[in-house]
């Protein structure tokens, strides 16, 4: 199947400082999305992004469609207690024997410092 | 509109015993899908279903059966619980139109 590899793997920050995580594939993806998963809760979608190159914000997250469509980056701003949770990056599969599934990577474990 | 519910919340079973997960959305998605997660390990698919009465394997299917007798429905079985089957299980659904999977606040369960 194919393969996404996030990093860093966790993340301890003070709160107030930007926040930088990537995904890297072994093959294309056309779409790639970014969740949220809060402590104790279900993955929640942040950002998708459908265009190479597409740089899409939502509030003080930004996130990169890469120009290869190998990658995707995710930055975060000026960080608060509550940015605290698992981001997953995600890519839907291409081909038709796998129509429907989502590859996602290992999560980045974001904690921030007050 | 309650999105994707799953029920039980919390489960505590032994080694042997058999359960039944159940999953419920009702935004007429029409695919659904079963994860596990364990620490250090994201999200790992167990099995999934493009449409009523169809089923497929995912990444880690082994000891788990599913159905989908319901589109709104899809139904995770452990027919003889494993210590490894501990574990937070998460539901997912999704419209064919997009490629946005929606999650439930997930299912947690200890195998003793």
């Known amino acids: 199947g194919q393969q996404l590899n996030q990093s860093p793997q966790s993340m301890f920050i003070q709160e107030g400082e930007d926040v930088s995580m990537n995904c890297t594939s072994s093959?294309?993806?056309?779409?790639w999305l970014w969740y949220k998963q809060d402590p104790g809760e279900g993955p929640v979608l942040l950002i998708a992004?459908?265009?190479?190159?597409e740089l899409t914000s939502n509030g003080r997250l930004t996130a990169q469609f890469g120009i290869t469509r190998k990658d995707s980056f995710l930055n975060i701003s000026a960080s608060i207690p509550s940015d605290v949770g698992i981001y997953f990056c995600?890519?839907?599969?291409?081909?038709?024997?796998?129509?429907?599934?989502?590859?996602f990577g290992r999560g980045t474990q974001l904690t921030v410092w007050p | 509109n309650a999105g994707v519910t799953q029920t039980p919340k919390f489960r505590v079973l032994k080694t042997g015993q058999s359960m039944t997960l159940l999953c419920a959305q009702d935004?007429?998605?029409?695919?659904m899908y079963w994860y596990r997660q364990d620490p250090g390990m994201g999200l790992r698919l167990i099995h999934y279903?493009?449409?009523?009465?169809?089923?497929a394997k995912g990444e880690v299917p082994d000891g788990y059966n599913v159905s989908r007798l319901k589109k709104q429905n899809f139904l995770l079985g452990l027919e003889s619980a494993a210590p490894s089957q501990t574990s937070v299980y998460f539901c997912?659904?999704?419209?064919?139109?997009?490629?946005?999977?929606?999650f439930g606040p997930g299912t947690r369960l200890l195998v003793l």
């Open positions: 995600a890519g839907p599969s291409d081909r038709g024997s796998t129509l429907g599934r989502l590859y």
């Open positions: 279903s493009v449409g009523e009465g169809t089923t």
């Open positions: 992004l459908y265009k190479a190159g």
């Open positions: 997912a659904s999704m419209s064919r139109r997009q490629e946005t999977q929606y």
């Open positions: 093959s294309i993806f056309n779409t």
């Open positions: 935004m007429n998605h029409e695919y």
